[in-house]
């Protein structure tokens, strides 16, 4: 049988075609007016699939360039600063305040769990310049609660900026910027909008525009006042990625006819589908005898499996690869063998999340567990026929 090849993991994410047929044929200069108008146009998008009236810049980098920069432009050298850690990407975070001279302070968790309010208020002293946090851990899945952590940011530290790495929770979790005062935002273009890696983007508060003015770390790519101001003028500091622009620009449009005309309508709907994939995977997991590895706050954005005992996860990451083409990720770094994620991050529907339930029954079964077929799928088919009045396919409305 044909094997198509189908990525799950949690970046990057299945490409939207008009987003490929968009990329493919960008060949404009980006000293044009046809490119300021694409440029303006695809900003003004973001702000409203971010849902904020803060400034919102693009970087060509990767999500971890937008995590650099949130550190070198707020952030002098002997600040104290603040990590929420909870996985790898967590640890990304006390890497970038170390490596530019912070003074690290972290509430860090196990793999697998969130914070307590406890262990984050107790920390939110007057001395703290900045927070770090992820809104969606993916390394192990697990959704941290950014409203609660913003409130107490708020009214315990109201001195310190607070980042939130969105970057896989942007477009498949409920995030009010303004309303719970987040500094900056990040997302990244190869998760919830379905383009390929290469831009990071970011929104920026007015705090935090005024405290660059006295931070004293060195910065130069990755200066965000130089940003501003040329985006000010429809134009970036530096020779913009065009063709992920363009890519980026056809994206949103298919959000906002998914959104009959509102762009935060297609944004809601999207989250919504997330929402459901995720739920559907969660019970076929359960319904098939296995555990999630973050139970106490699954996030929309993917689903962390940890194996049958005995089985290393790489056995089920290389059975699905081998015999149905679907490639989901493994455990990063000690967690290699111990779990494996299947994202549900952008462009998935019903038919991948079927897909890849009645694919890993299968590699379970050849695996040697006793499963019986259909036992996950019945699962997610009643997840999917209690919500399906409520999610309506966006294509059939748009
Ligand atoms: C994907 C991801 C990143 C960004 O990694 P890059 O490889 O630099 O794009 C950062 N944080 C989280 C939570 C992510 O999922």
Redesign the pocket.
């Known amino acids: 049988m044909l094997r198509k090849t189908r990525l799950f993991t ?2 990057p994410t299945p490409l939207l075609p008009a987003a490929q047929v968009a990329m493919a044929s960008a060949g404009m200069h980006h000293r044009t007016a046809e490119f300021r108008a694409l440029f303006t146009r695809t900003l003004a998008d973001l702000k409203e699939f971010i849902g904020t009236s803060n400034d919102v810049l693009i970087l060509a ?5 937008a ?1 650099e920069a949130s550190v070198t432009n707020l952030t002098s050298s002997g600040d104290q600063v603040l990590v929420l850690t909870a996985g790898k ?1 967590g640890e ?1 975070w006390c890497d970038l305040a170390q490596t530019f001279g912070c003074q690290l302070d972290m509430v860090s968790v196990p793999y697998g769990q969130t914070f307590s309010a406890a262990e984050v208020r107790q920390k939110l002293t007057p001395g703290v310049r900045a927070v770090y946090v ?6 192990t899945g697990v959704r941290h609660d950014v409203e609660a952590i913003a409130k107490m940011v708020r009214a315990q530290a109201p001195q310190a900026l607070l980042v939130v ?5 942007l477009g498949t979790t409920r995030l009010d910027v303004d309303g719970w005062g987040i500094d900056v935002i ?1 997302g ?1 273009s ?2 919830a909008l379905m383009i390929p ?1 290469g831009l ?1 983007y970011l929104a920026v508060s007015e705090r935090a525009w005024h405290r660059m003015e006295s931070v004293r770390s060195p910065r130069y790519y990755f200066d965000l006042r130089k940003e501003r101001k040329a985006a000010a003028k429809g134009e970036s500091a530096f020779t913009p990625a065009t063709a992920l622009i363009a890519a980026l620009g056809a994206a949103l449009d298919y959000l906002r006819q998914g959104g009959e005309g509102s762009l935060p309508a297609g944004r809601d709907s999207l989250i919504a589908g997330a929402e459901l994939c995720a739920e559907m995977t969660r019970a076929a997991v359960g319904a098939l005898g296995l555990r999630l590895f973050a139970p106490a706050a699954p996030a929309s ?1 993917l689903t962390a499996v940890v194996p049958p005992a005995g089985l290393d996860s790489g056995k089920i990451v290389a059975g699905l690869r081998e015999k149905f083409g679907a490639v989901v990720a493994n455990g990063q770094g000690e967690m290699k063998g111990k779990l494996f994620r299947v994202a549900h991050i952008g462009y998935y529907d019903y038919l991948d999340t079927i897909g890849i339930i009645g694919a890993l029954e299968h590699v379970l079964a050849a695996n040697g567990l006793p499963v019986e077929l259909g036992v996950g799928l019945r699962a997610a088919q009643e997840v999917y026929a209690a919500a399906s009045d409520a999610v309506q396919p966006a294509a059939a409305r748009a």
């Not at 992820?134 to 390394?139: G, V």
């Open positions: 949690p970046g980098s990767s999500g971890t360039g995590m990407f990304r992820q809104a969606t851990e993916s390394s790495d969105a970057i896989t929770g990040i990244g190869q998760k890696p990071a954005a």
